[in-house]
């Protein structure tokens, strides 16, 4: 079972039955004029969705034909060829790595900014004739004309290698544990604290070290040298087990208290289950210049690949989930605008994309920054009130620009739910 006949219980998300209903009817109306063969053998990050059977699959398919009913009614005439390829792109896109995820941030992006001013054109300054010559001029992703002008805009990810560089190390050794933990039948929450710098060599030799002591022992806690990287801290304990009467199954039962960072599992009898929390230890300078640098390199690369002498807003993802975007608008305001070699923006929206639909959820949100040094800024209508945004005064911080207090987790069990009390 697929999209197509899944009935995932929505209630708890922010999307209803109808949205499931017209999602479904359409992504293969769409699909179906895009690329028939799709639909017979999905592929790529979005064929894996269309496959799942979870409530997250549902949700994020239901999000994609969101914006893409969205924009199909927002772009110009001129634009629809190029909107419709960038949607054959989602379908099946290049293999280079986060292809699909920059892709969807650009046409979500575009959908968010739609909501306030449209039509959307896409690549406004490629001519008609040459909107799909292997020599177009450059462009930005998409313009759009305002009473006083037209305003541009480019989408950019900026991405802290360091720091994905230990989710994906991280990820995998947590998967590696969970695996031996299921497949001995026991219960066990780990927690991890290891230097952000360690290399996958340097967990997976910290994975090693410790497994016989997590398999052997209910609970403990052990010290394991990383060399250069100093110390990691290990701790572990058996997950409880909550017995919750059949009728009581959808409710958490309010008389049960749990501590700050617990797992539990409820439900009938007891069945293996892990969990493994990853915490990095960071230095807060050594990253905040790695944010910084990251930034920098992605502005610098995006003015050598297009100049353009028109307001011009640059649409900033933020790529990872811990970066603080308080203290990056922070510096953004007091080290980047100030600097003359930035004059050429008029100014840097902060994008940060939804990826979950519980109702509790952030919503996907665009923070705007004029720069009041521009070359090109905005003239008798503000951007930030076409966005429905506006920038503040942020008080200098000693504060890292990620997130420090939110660790990696890495869950599996067999039929089990867990639940971390907050």
């Not at 994906?168 to 497949?183: F, S």
């Not at 979950?356 to 949100?365: F, G, L, V, Y």
Request: glycine content about 6%.
């Amino acid at each position: 079972m697929g999209f197509l006949e899944s009935r995932p219980d929505l209630t708890s998300t922010v999307f209803s039955s109808q949205d499931l209903a017209t999602a479904k009817e359409v992504l293969v109306s769409l699909i179906s004029s895009l690329d028939a063969d799709w639909l017979e053998t999905p592929t790529g990050p979005l064929g894996l969705q269309w496959l799942g059977e979870g409530l997250y699959s549902a949700t994020f398919l239901i999000h994609v034909a969101q914006i893409v009913y969205v924009l199909d009614r927002n772009v110009t005439q001129r634009s629809v060829p190029i909107f419709r390829d960038k949607l054959k792109q989602i379908l099946r896109p290049p293999r280079r790595e986060g292809s699909f995820e920059e892709l969807l941030s650009e046409l979500e992006a575009a959908a968010l900014l739609a909501h306030r001013v449209s039509p959307i054109s896409f690549e406004p300054l490629v001519p008609e004739s040459a909107i799909f010559a292997p020599n177009k001029p450059r462009s930005p992703d998409y313009g759009v004309r305002l009473p006083d002008g037209d305003v541009c805009f480019e989408v950019t990810n900026v991405h802290i290698e360091l720091l994905e560089s230990w989710d994906i190390a991280a990820q995998h050794m947590g998967d590696l544990i969970n695996r031996q933990v299921l497949k001995k039948g026991l219960r066990r929450e780990v927690s991890v604290s290891a230097s952000v710098r360690a290399s996958r060599t340097d967990l997976a030799d910290l994975s090693k070290i410790a497994l016989p002591r997590i398999l052997g022992e209910a609970a403990g806690e052990m010290v394991v040298v990383l060399g250069a990287h100093g110390n990691a801290k290990v701790h572990w304990k058996s997950i409880p087990h909550l017995w919750v009467e059949p009728g009581r199954m959808p409710h958490f039962p309010v008389d049960i208290q749990l501590g700050s960072n617990t797992v539990a599992t409820f439900g009938g009898a007891p069945s293996p289950a892990s969990s493994v929390l990853w915490n990095p230890v960071i230095n807060g300078e050594e990253i905040n210049e790695n944010v910084i640098n990251s930034i920098r390199n992605s502005l610098r690369s995006k003015r050598k690949q297009m100049k353009v002498s028109m307001p011009y807003i640059l649409i900033v993802r933020l790529a990872h989930r811990r970066m603080d975007r308080l203290l990056i608008s922070h510096f953004i305001h007091n080290r980047l605008f100030p600097n003359p070699e930035y004059s050429w923006m008029t100014g840097i929206a902060l994008f940060v994309p939804r990826r979950n639909w519980e109702s509790i959820s952030e919503e996907a949100s665009l923070l705007l920054h004029i720069n009041e040094n521009s070359r090109f800024p905005p003239q008798s209508l503000s951007c930030s009130s076409l966005m429905g945004l506006s920038s503040s005064t942020l008080r200098p911080s000693a504060r890292p620009l990620i997130c420090v207090g939110e660790a990696n987790h890495y869950s599996l069990g067999a039929a089990s739910c867990f639940l971390r009390a907050s």
